[in-house]
């Protein structure tokens, strides 16, 4: 008999009902349909497969470009008390090879995995005889070469397909119709099936506002918009300017990037949620598993470079369904600004086999060797080697990651990790040989259970405060201790690394014809950004549905071009007669009158106030505020 799944719901989650199409999406997975779910951010798309996946026996594998998010969502289960675990790129050799045959023989309801592991040996060795019950692909956008953030590594998750019996339900908060039929074609689904919540969101208003100074409408809009807030900015140190320009304004923010270590954004990050910080400078390494439900305004100091990108993270304003704002600063400038970049970011074939070059010498790694290999890399270090700036090395990484020839990741805290390599018996008798180092593995064996059976994860700084020693002390005593063959320790890491996908080669060689078809993608996506900040649509709303295959849409009427059209049947009789109520109530200047009347008043305002000046109706007092004086 098949589990309840309401029961699921409630006991694990808490929830009593789900959410809009969770259900039927649950579903289908569960009648063993091949499944694609397009469900807007904030949208619980965990939910749907991890419901399903305890309702039938066996293992779900889901696979996830994003490290961090898997890591979330594992702890997560763990809270839960259902075993899950995640295998990506960072756990040392013997670590993975322990868990990967924990997999095999089931002890996981959930295995995380990331997709560039799906294609090596020692994983698909796994694979054959793990019990996989179902397969989960989340961001499924990145397997069509249509979609916006396309991973040519997700284009390996259609060979395991032969080891898997069960369903696969593919996630994504994004999708055009031709990138949908990608997903599916992708896949090999069996039959196509397809579950779309509408991308509309009523609660939201979407506002383009063209500026020239756009760090003081910046903190117009922050100063007026009450509750929470994210401002999205294209580069790390933007996003420091800009923070502290606000507080010094009188403005509680803070800036968050990939940049920053572990500690630090957890910090940032709970601060923000707590509301002990209202705003939150970001570049897009904020917002992914983040589900805060009352921010009232997203603002994107820059456009992304594309509709995808600034639906997903607009989405992140008004989940708890109140009326929030998506602001959207534009330049006419920023047009040109954001296609020079674009060039920027695809370098000629020189320049990527200097920089592969560059990299491979760095690194000591001979031709046709090194495959799999992962290497701790420091990109700043990296371009002052091969005299380069540092984005341009970037860039040409990039292009070698898109060709699957190797992979770079951000800076990702692993936290130290330990597992028994011997039973209790020569444990005891190391003990007594080591008298002291007894108390140590006493406070080890009291203070975390299962690490005979699994690699249990650690905190060095509480294990050293508990026998009065530094955490270098301790990090040295379990370096000894795996010298000795006690047990395998994992220090802690938060550096990026560089992983090769494929042996040095002896010259490079890649398929320029797919970087230069993909730039042209890259293009048209970026020209759809600026024809909606532009204006040339009639409805803010109505084109971001239209973008995503929704056609017919009505007009929003709560976005800037919608609110400018209930404007135009203001005349300036209506501007006087609203003025005049402003300054009765004390209200005498420009931008104080347009926050109270909405900000697409201001021009009007400003003619009518014009006018009332020149007819002497009004004068300016020494503090330049408006002062009635006629009729």
């Known amino acids: 008999m098949m589990p309840d799944i309401h029961a699921i719901l409630k006991d694990v989650w808490g929830f009593d009902r789900f959410r809009p199409l969770q259900e039927d999406i649950i ?4 009648d063993g349909n091949d499944t694609l779910a397009l469900l807007p951010t904030g949208g619980g798309k965990s939910i749907c497969f991890q419901v399903p996946a305890l309702a039938l026996e066996g293992t779900c594998l889901v696979v996830s470009p994003l490290i961090a998010l898997m890591k979330d969502q594992v702890e997560n289960l763990l809270r839960h008390d259902i075993p899950a675990i995640a295998i990506y790129s960072g756990m040392s050799a013997r670590q993975m ?8 023989q089931g002890k996981y309801r959930f295995v ?21 019950s179902m397969l989960a692909v989340d961001e499924a956008h990145c397997i069509s070469q249509w979609g916006y953030d396309f991973r040519p590594e997700y284009l390996q998750i259609a060979e395991i397909r032969k080891w898997i019996k069960g369903p696969v339900l593919a996630l994504t908060a994004t999708a055009t119709p031709e990138v949908v039929e990608d997903i ?4 090999e689904f069996r039959k196509k ?4 919540k509408s991308f509309e969101r009523k609660n939201l208003s979407y506002l383009v506002l063209k500026e020239e100074n756009k760090t003081e409408r910046l903190l117009e809009i922050c100063r007026r918009t009450p509750g929470t807030g994210v401002i999205y900015a294209r580069n790390r140190k933007l996003c420091r300017d800009l923070a502290e320009y606000l507080r010094q304004n009188g403005v509680s923010a803070d800036y968050y990037h990939a940049g920053l ?13 707590q509301n002990r910080i209202r705003v939150i400078v970001s570049t897009n390494a904020f917002g992914m598993g983040i589900d805060k439900p009352d921010v009232r305004f997203v603002l994107h100091y820059e456009l992304p470079d594309s509709l995808e990108a600034y639906y997903q993270e607009a989405g992140r304003a008004g989940r708890d369904e109140k009326s929030s704002y998506c602001v959207a600063l534009f330049h006419p400038h920023d047009r040109e600004t954001a296609f020079d970049k674009l060039a920027q970011s695809f370098p000629g074939y020189e320049t990527v086999q200097q920089v592969y070059e560059g990299v491979m010498n760095s690194l000591n790694i001979a031709v046709h060797s090194g495959q799999f290999t992962e290497h701790p890399f420091d990109l700043v270090l990296q371009s002052q080697k091969l005299g380069m700036p540092a984005p341009q090395v970037f860039h040409a990484l990039q292009i070698l990651e898109k060709q699957e020839i190797l992979r770079l990741s951000d800076a990702v805290h692993q936290p130290a990790a330990i597992h028994m390599l011997v ?3 020569y444990l005891y008798d190391f003990e007594i040989r080591n008298p002291k180092v007894a108390p140590f593995i006493k406070l080890l064996l009291r203070t975390y259970g299962g690490l005979f059976d699994h690699y249990i994860r650690i905190d060095q700084g509480y294990l050293a405060r508990q026998i009065g020693a530094k955490t270098a002390e ?14 395998d320790y994992v220090p802690a890491r938060n550096a990026p690394t560089l992983t090769l996908l494929q042996d040095r080669m002896q010259k490079l060689s890649y398929d320029q014809v797919a970087v230069k078809e993909r730039k042209k993608a890259m293009e048209q996506r970026l020209e759809a950004v600026f024809r909606y900040a532009s204006g040339g649509v009639d409805c803010r709303s109505q084109a971001l549905l239209a973008y995503f295959g929704e056609s017919g849409a009505p007009r929003c009427g709560s976005c800037d071009l919608c609110r400018a059209d209930k404007k135009q049947d203001w005349g300036e009789d209506a501007y006087v007669e609203h003025i005049r109520e402003l300054v009765k109530r004390d209200i005498r200047d420009l931008k104080t009158m347009s926050r109270h009347l909405g900000y697409w008043h201001e021009e009007g305002l400003q003619m009518a106030l014009q006018h009332l000046l020149d007819e002497g109706r009004i004068h300016l007092n020494d503090k330049q505020e408006i002062e009635w004086t006629g009729n």
């Open 27 to 30: 579903r289908s997975v569960l």
């Open 97 to 104: 090879d322990f868990e990967l045959d924990n997999c095999a």
């Open 112 to 132: 995380y995995v990331s997709p560039e592991r799906l294609k090596t040996e020692l994983f698909r060795a796994r694979l054959e005889r793990m019990p996989v």
């Open 184 to 187: 599916q074609d992708k896949l």
């Open 193 to 196: 099936q397809v579950f779309r």
């Open 261 to 273: 270590d572990q500690q630090t954004r957890s910090a940032k990050q709970d601060a923000w949620i």
């Open 423 to 425: 039973d209790n018996t």
């Open 474 to 487: 301790v990090h040295t005593l379990l370096e000894k201790m795996k010298e000795a063959g006690i047990l």
